[in-house]
RNA sequence: GGGGUCGUAGUUAAGCCUGGUUAUAACGCCGGCCUGUCGAGCCGGAGGCCGCGGGUUCGAAUCCCGUCGACCCCGCCA
């Protein structure tokens, strides 16, 4: 071990030499990605984080570098001078940037050592990921995953730019805040100095933005933080970040423009990819009904089609049960499937049943019609008519689900996607954004016996359902919107509602009282009261939008330090219990 | 809370169904040789609580029960 002295500082980085360079004596600094050591003379890539270049020690070249260079081993820290030079004819390696040239290692410093590293470094891997969260350090060094930082930084670099430049000021809000019912489950942080009192961190800064609003600031964003104590999923993690926005004095029309722009800046800067603008729009309703999804892949087609009227008064008694009780019958063709055996379509039977299936009916389609083990409970109008509708040719195969218009939309958008994957009907470069509209308002929550918010309890009603309010709440359209891409929600966000007297009738139908709204929301209903312009505003998340710019499955891939699906961090080890002294200072004891 | 997949040298896997001497391979690691390699090559070597605990058996990596952990999914995630 040496210690780092001026001369050798770095002049450039690894993977940026190029034939540029040769003839210029450069210090490079880094790993040592690999070593071949042929005796007489040893060659090591070395790597930093923009890439690796090939330095060859000749004992005739520099006989001290040659001699220190035979101690190197896989990830030594070095920094090397020497001479860039064209590779001798032949030896030119076209499968790497720096193949073209080589550094003639004149010095050596040896900056620090390396024990053998536990699992290889390399871009591919198929290492388990409790190894390489544990040594999350060494993973995160694989070129690889320094592209995707690389990209998540250039994606919050394109936001920030996009922001500042029209207008929008960045503010910080509150990680300490207060709890709040409806939503998810808040993470909790006890306060030391107001014994039994607890902060919670925020699952969204919504009301604070609000709050920015009726203070006059206009134009708002923030990259945060947020929390939400769920389970967690391959796109779900305990702390993630919002691109969060709020505007005033604005429409739907406003925001939609405004955040489209945000996205063709990212796709331009980050993939050089040119969006396709306006964007699509979809109302709620249609999604469901098309794509049996709020966020439907657009990549393929494959629509659903209704058949219910088409197999009224067959002798099928499961279809006339669902349709008398007021239930659908729709369909989803898939193309050239029909000749597909038994136990494949016991698997995608299980497939519909995710979404509470309690069948999956099929029709094979021949030159000469439909067949099928139930196809003699209909009549040879019925079966034309299915065909008909469906536009199924020979070859396909139908598949029908009959229940409640949920369970149907449920089970055959599942369907739908898994024989789109399956079927290979997805175009991997495209980038098909969507706006879904015309969201209901409310939800009627079955296991708490109130109507809840379907996005959350401050979005404004579509203003020409208001009356609908005390009516027929369940038909009231909201003012919300989400951005999909590729059938997945990127964004959610509404225009508010900036009127006490609505607010607070929002929350009584939410069946909020008056005290609780007091105790809960009081600060907003308070600010309301205070010039609150008209306003709106959506929140995009981060991790997901960089997982589909960088092409990659798991969250836990475009976020540095993630969690375990039990939300343990295998590197530092938290949560962990703590000592009974700071658990006396906070005012809480135990009940394991 | 529930369903599923997986757990064997540092890493990735084979062996497990059908129990039987010393658990197999590749990569990595250690030593030697080697001046144009880039997954360098050749020769030699070390390395295992078969996740953990219990049971069945003359005998368990292998069969059974439990448990822990990672992952995927359902519920949950305004």
Aim: net charge negative; charged share 30%.
């Amino acid at each position: 071990m040496e210690p780092f002295t001026g001369e050798m500082k770095r002049t450039h980085y690894c993977g940026a030499i190029t034939t540029e360079d040769v003839g210029k004596t450069v210090t490079l600094c880094g790993w040592v990605h690999r070593r071949r050591d042929h005796g007489g003379l040893i060659f090591v890539d070395l790597r930093d984080r923009e890439g690796f270049v090939q330095v060859v020690f000749n004992p005739q070249v520099n006989r001290e570098a040659h001699e220190k260079a035979e101690k190197l081993r896989s990830e030594f820290v070095i920094s090397v001078r020497g001479r860039v030079e064209r590779r001798p004819e032949g030896t030119e390696n076209p499968s790497i940037p720096t193949g073209e040239v080589e550094i003639l290692a004149e010095k050596l410093s040896i900056l620090n050592e390396s024990k053998p590293v536990p699992f290889p470094l390399e871009d591919e891997t198929d290492v388990a990921e409790n190894v390489r969260l544990k040594y999350r350090y060494l993973d995160l060094r694989r070129p690889s995953m320094q592209r995707v930082m690389i990209t998540r930084h250039q994606v919050t670099r394109a936001t920030r730019d996009y922001f500042y430049e029209n207008g929008f000021l960045e503010i910080e809000t509150p990680f300490l805040t207060k709890s709040t019912p409806e939503g998810a489950r808040d993470y909790l942080v006890p306060s030391r100095v107001n014994p039994g009192a607890f902060y919670a961190l925020p699952q969204s800064p919504q009301l604070f933005k609000q709050i920015l609003m009726v203070s006059g600031y206009d134009r708002y964003f923030q990259i945060v933080r947020c929390f939400r104590d769920e389970d967690l999923r391959a796109d779900r993690q305990p702390e993630f970040t919002q691109i969060d926005v709020e505007m005033s004095f604005v429409d739907r029309e406003d925001i939609f423009e405004t955040m489209e722009g945000l996205m063709e800046k990212i796709f331009r800067d980050v993939l050089g990819v040119s969006v396709n603008r306006p964007f699509r729009r979809m109302p709620y309703r249609q999604a469901m009904d098309l794509y049996g999804s709020d966020k439907p892949d657009l990549r393929f087609g494959m629509e659903i089609t209704d058949i219910t009227e088409e197999v009224k008064g067959s002798d099928f008694n499961v279809f006339n049960r669902v349709i008398e009780s007021g239930g659908v019958v729709r369909a989803l063709v898939a193309p050239q499937m029909a000749g597909i055996s038994r136990s494949k379509i016991d698997e995608l039977t299980e497939v519909a049943s995710i979404g509470g299936a309690k069948g999956l009916a099929y029709f094979k389609v021949e030159e000469g019609g439909l067949s099928s083990p139930i196809a003699k409970f209909f009549g040879e109008n019925h079966l034309k008519a299915i065909q008909e509708k469906t536009g199924a040719e020979a070859g396909d195969m139908i598949f029908i689900v009959a229940d409640t218009w949920e369970v149907v939309c449920d089970s055959l958008g599942r369907l739908r996607l898994h024989l789109g994957r399956e079927l290979n009907l997805i175009d991997e470069g495209r980038y098909e954004f969507l706006w879904v509209i015309d969201f209901p308002l409310l939800e009627y929550d079955e296991e708490e016996k109130r109507f809840v918010a379907m996005h959350h309890p401050f979005t404004s009603p579509v203003p020409d359902d208001i009356p609908l309010l005390d009516e027929d709440p369940l038909r009231v359209r909201a003012q919300a919107y989400d951005l999909v891409l590729n059938g997945s929600e990127v964004g959610g966000g509404s225009i508010r509602i900036h009127q006490r007297a609505l607010q607070e009738k929002m929350f009584s139908l939410l069946n909020i009282s008056e005290e609780e709204a007091r105790v809960k929301f009081g600060f907003l209903l308070d600010a309301l009261q205070y010039g609150a312009p008209p306003h709106g505003g959506i929140a995009f998340g981060l991790d997901r939008l960089v997982m589909i710019i960088a092409g990659v499955d798991s969250i836990r891939d475009v976020i540095p330090f993630p969690k375990t699906q039990k939300a343990v961090c295998l590197m530092s080890g938290a949560p962990s219990p703590v000592g009974k002294e700071q658990l006396k200072e906070l005012h809480i004891k135990l009940d394991l």
